[in-house]
């Protein structure tokens, strides 16, 4: 009983990484604040596993957690490159240069100002 419930709590992880990266595409603050609750509950199930100590892996219990460790890096380039991408868009917006040490000089604009073209 125990193997059946730690492979559903990693298949259900894998699926909810899915489910997240195909949301992240959506740029609307609701589907990130969806996001954020997706992942807080596939963080709570698999630290549940791990509290629970050791379990007897089988085969489909490894692929799955394999599954997800390459879903998790997968999502996490996708929010990295999100992030450059908007940090980007801010600096063409607002920039007005680097300072002495490389960052971004960013220089507030009047309010209603927008990214639009």
């Known amino acids: 009983m125990q193997k059946e419930a730690t492979l559903e709590v990693c298949l259900h992880a894998e699926a909810k990484l899915g489910e997240v990266r195909q949301l992240l595409l959506d740029l609307r603050p609701e589907a990130v604040e969806r996001c954020q609750n997706e992942l807080q509950q596939v963080i709570v199930g698999l630290q549940r ?25 997968a999502l996490k380039l996708q929010i990295e490159y999100a992030s450059n991408l908007y940090s980007g868009w801010i600096q063409l917006r607002l920039g007005a240069g680097y300072t002495q040490q490389g960052r971004p000089l960013l220089v507030a604009r009047e309010p209603g100002s927008s990214f639009e073209a």
């Open 49 to 73: 596993l791990v509290s629970q100590g050791s379990f007897e892996a089988n085969p489909r219990v490894i692929s799955t957690l394999l599954g997800i460790r390459r879903s998790a890096r």
